[in-house]
């Protein structure tokens, strides 16, 4: 009995023993892992990168839209210090005074818009005025810019020419406020006449007077006023404002309210000012420019404001006196420098007479100048900024012939009506200029805008019609002039001379 049990305890045992080698050969399998593998630390990098990357990616709008947030730059002001300038008469400051937001400045003007402090005040003592632009803006009594007619810059060249001074920008043209008055009208002066004229030297009423003369071919002796003047020719000023004040013997011969483009109020700076700080000379002439909008938009606001100056003119006179300044827009500032259009009387050309009447007036020693103190580069600045000068100038005739038939009066046109006659000069000689005559021609009707020109041609004293309106002709087409204002004369002149020029008004 016991060994059959040990047997049967034998037998489990060897079969317990052969199932666990059997067991431990085989290899379990494993079905395909349904997840990734761990990353190495390689693929840890990478997925760090690449978070980095995502984070980047995702954070590069934002960034983007910040940057984009951020203001732009900021350009320094064109000057770091106010621009100091000087006029001679507050009507002539008007549109820098509306531009500058008043007189004291103002925080939403155009100034203020180009960044541009400027300072501004005015002076109708000339010497005062010369030595503000000797001591220059950075001087308490100084000035960078000064605003005067262009008679008195003229007179004064010889004392300012050791600044280097240069005429940069026309803010203006004097209209009405300078007088010639005299006995008679100016035609009736007789031939070989000379004539005493009682005026101011180096103002624009003498400029005036000498101007008329000149043209006349009377010779002149200037004087200044005295309590009882010899003269009969008195050149005055006379504005608006001063009616009723003061009585002015004998009749009016002629104003710049006809030759209303005789006398230009122009901005001088130094040459070196210019040189270095030409964005600030062309954002005074930018804020100008808009000021003048500004002035003819509401002239009572313009009034208010420079009669609320301390020592200021009353509210009254500033508005009369507004009208005595006629605007000059930006491409007539351009015309005037020689830079676009065809005009003869351009700045370098009146400087250059003024000189010349004040040489022989005695008012200067000499009429010679090196170089004309003229520097368009201001304008030429602001106007490629605004590109106001395309398709300005017209296209130059291709010929002579082109140009003559350019010019020709329209059959179909009725001839202007003429009326009173405003001034006649007389041009000397045997023998016909063209150019010359052409440019005559062309000089009287720039200074005199709204008047017509009646051209005589009588050499050997017979009139010639036909020549006279080829030179018309060709005036119009050279010069840009409007040919319904050149008349063709038929009267003769004066023995000793080739031509008659007659200037008239003309009536609607």
């Known amino acids: 009995m016991r060994a059959n049990v040990v047997f049967a305890l034998l037998i489990v045992l060897l079969g317990g023993l052969v199932g666990g080698l059997v067991a431990r050969g085989r290899i379990p399998h494993v079905g395909t892992a349904l997840v990734e593998p761990l990353p190495t630390i390689e693929s ?29 730059a900021v350009a320094p002001p064109p000057l770091d210090r106010p621009l100091s300038v000087v006029t001679s008469a507050w009507e002539v400051a008007a549109p820098a005074v509306m531009a500058n937001g008043g007189v004291f400045g103002s925080d939403d003007s155009p100034f203020a818009r180009a960044r541009l402090d400027v300072s501004l005040s005015a002076a109708s003592d000339l010497t005062l005025i010369e030595n503000a632009l000797a001591r220059g803006g950075s001087d308490p009594a100084g000035a960078d810019v000064i605003v005067l007619p262009l008679p008195r810059f003229a007179a004064a060249f010889e004392r300012l020419e050791v600044l280097g001074p240069q005429i940069f920008f026309v803010v203006g043209f004097a209209r009405g406020g300078d007088v010639l008055a005299g006995p008679t ?16 030297p180096g103002s624009s009423a003498a400029m005036l007077g000498l101007f008329a003369f000149d043209a006349a071919g009377v010779s002149v002796t200037l004087q200044d006023h005295s309590p009882e003047p010899s003269s009969s020719w008195r050149a005055v000023e006379r504005k608006p404002s001063q009616a009723g004040t003061s009585t002015l013997r004998g009749r009016v011969a002629l104003s710049t309210a006809q030759a209303s483009r005789l006398v230009p109020h122009v901005a001088v700076a130094r040459r070196s000012f210019l040189r270095a700080h030409p964005d600030a000379a062309a954002a005074l002439v930018e804020g100008w420019l808009e000021g003048r909008r500004m002035v003819d938009d509401n002239r009572e606001a313009t009034a208010r404001a420079i009669a609320d100056t301390p020592g200021g003119p009353a509210m009254l006179t500033v508005l009369n006196d507004l009208h005595l300044v006629d605007a000059v827009d930006l491409i007539l500032n351009a015309q005037l420098m020689g830079l676009a259009g065809r005009r003869a009387v351009t700045l370098p050309h009146l400087f250059v007479e003024a000189r010349r009447w004040w040489h022989l007036a005695g008012v200067t020693t000499s009429a010679d100048v090196a170089a004309t103190p003229v520097d368009g580069s201001v304008v030429a600045l602001v106007a490629r900024r605004q590109r106001a000068l395309d398709d300005d100038e017209p296209p130059a ?4 012939s082109q140009a003559a038939g350019a010019g020709t009066a329209d059959p179909d046109v009725a001839p202007p009506t003429l009326g009173e006659l405003l001034l006649t000069q007389r041009l000397p000689g045997s023998d016909v200029d063209e150019n010359a005559l052409s440019f005559a021609v062309a000089r009287l009707a720039e200074i005199f ?14 009139v010639d019609e036909d020549a006279a309106e080829a030179i018309l002709a060709r005036t119009a087409s050279r010069f840009d002039v409007d040919r319904a204002r050149l008349v063709t004369g038929t009267k003769p002149g004066r023995t000793s001379t080739i031509a008659t020029l007659r200037v008239r008004e003309l009536r609607d």
């Open 397 to 400: 005739p291709d010929d002579e």
């Open 44 to 72: 840890d990098t990478s997925v760090d990168a690449t978070a980095a990357a995502t984070t980047q990616t995702t954070a590069s709008p934002a960034t983007s839209e910040a940057a984009g947030d951020a203001p732009p």
């Open 449 to 462: 805008p709204h008047a017509a020109i009646e051209v005589s041609l009588h050499p050997g004293g017979v």
């Open 185 to 200: 009208a100016l035609e009736q002066i007789a031939e070989e006449e000379s004539v005493v004229l009682t005026a101011t």
